[in-house]
């Protein structure tokens, strides 16, 4: 369980295709605090610790993941949203995260709004957004603002452009996005209807 706060943006180093999955290298100044077998969320993907050497962690994607995320694109360089798990005495800051990506979308407008930074999104999915519901966008827990059927659009402080990979994103970048669980379950109860 996550929370969508990052806690800092990591870095692919290196990687390696073995068979159809890819083992990433990702160096992080919180390494020495992982552990082997740890799940750590990835731009909003939950992946598990399979080794450590000095600040550099490896995860490996399987094709499934490799399909139906952005993890397919990285390269080396790539910067990469990093949250580790919520520990369960913590405060929720965010809202409640999976790291169960559920579609990607495609980053196409970014405005600078004199203080604040409004990015809309297109994506094809049956999951909806809805107007100050949350969002999460390659692991970083949002409010949606201007909610369509196949858009929606975030508005975000200088702080959490300094601090993610949001820095870095570009009209036709592909994101990760897991919509809100709750919203999710009450949609899935409203089908049955």
């Known amino acids: 369980m996550f ?3 990052v806690e800092q943006v990591g870095l692919i180093v290196d990687m390696k295709e073995v068979d159809s999955n890819i ?3 990702i160096k992080a100044d919180f390494t020495d605090e992982l552990k082997i077998d740890q799940s750590v969320a990835h731009n909003g993907c939950c992946l598990t610790v399979t080794s450590i050497e000095d600040d550099q962690y490896a995860i ?3 094709k499934e993941t490799l399909d139906k995320t952005n993890l397919g ?3 080396v360089g790539t910067k990469v949203n990093l949250e580790r798990c919520m520990p369960m005495n913590a405060r929720l800051d965010g809202h409640i995260v999976q790291g169960h990506v559920d579609t990607t979308a495609t980053c196409i407008g ?3 709004q004199d203080g604040s930074w409004k990015f809309t999104f297109q994506y094809n999915s049956d999951d909806l957004t809805v107007e100050k519901g949350s969002v999460t966008i390659n692991g970083v827990s949002l ?3 201007d909610s369509k059927d196949d858009s929606f659009s975030v508005c975000i402080i200088p ?3 300094e601090h993610t990979n949001f820095q870095n994103l570009e009209i036709g970048d592909k994101v990760n996005l897991e919509f809100d669980i709750i919203g999710k379950y009450v949609a899935k109860l409203m ?3």
């Open 3 to 5: 929370t969508g706060i």
């Open 23 to 25: 083992d990433f290298i």
């Open 60 to 62: 490996t994607a399987i």
């Open 73 to 75: 694109g990285w390269k």
């Open 110 to 112: 970014r405005e600078n």
């Open 143 to 145: 409010t949606v603002v």
């Open 159 to 161: 702080f959490t452009l």
């Open 191 to 193: 089908s049955r209807n």
